[in-house]
Nanobody, 123 residues
Framework: QVQLVESGGGLVQAGDSLRLSCTAS????????MGWFRQAPGKEREFVAA????????YYTDSVKGRFTISRDNAKNTVYLQMNSLKPEDTAVYYC????????????????WGQGTQVTVSS
């Protein structure tokens, strides 16, 4: 069972940047994908970004394109989410996920989840 440990959340002002990190406890296979999802109070968990560990294909939800960048360091089993130009609507608990999803932009197929890290963006 893969365990994921997240870090990097916090309280920032609109326009600021944050970088989230997620480290997997074991080395994963080439078909593996790691992603970030977020959940705001009263809302469903939604996809933010994902990356295939082999090949490096990336996926983003429309609302973060051009502002967020997902990247990986396979040697460290770590995925990063660089978040720039943060907006108040980005406020949520951000969860790292890992698995073998057919569609990396959906929750289905991710079978390991981190504990979540709070990101709060004030206006």
């Amino acid at each position: 069972q893969v365990q994921l440990v997240e870090s990097g959340g916090g309280l920032v002002q609109a326009g600021d940047s944050l970088r989230l990190s997620c480290t997997a406890s074991v080395r994963t296979g080439s078909a593996y994908a790691m992603g970030w999802f977020r959940q705001a109070p009263g809302k469903e968990r939604e996809f933010v970004a994902a990356i295939r560990l082999s090949g490096g294909s990336t996926y983003y939800t429309d609302s973060v394109k051009g502002r967020f960048t997902i990247s990986r360091d396979n040697a460290k089993n770590t995925v990063y989410l660089q978040m720039n130009s943060l907006k108040p609507e980005d406020t949520a608990v951000y969860y790292c996920a890992a698995g073998y999803p057919r569609n990396a932009a959906t929750i289905r197929g991710y079978d390991a989840w981190g504990q979540g890290t709070q990101v709060t963006v004030s206006s």
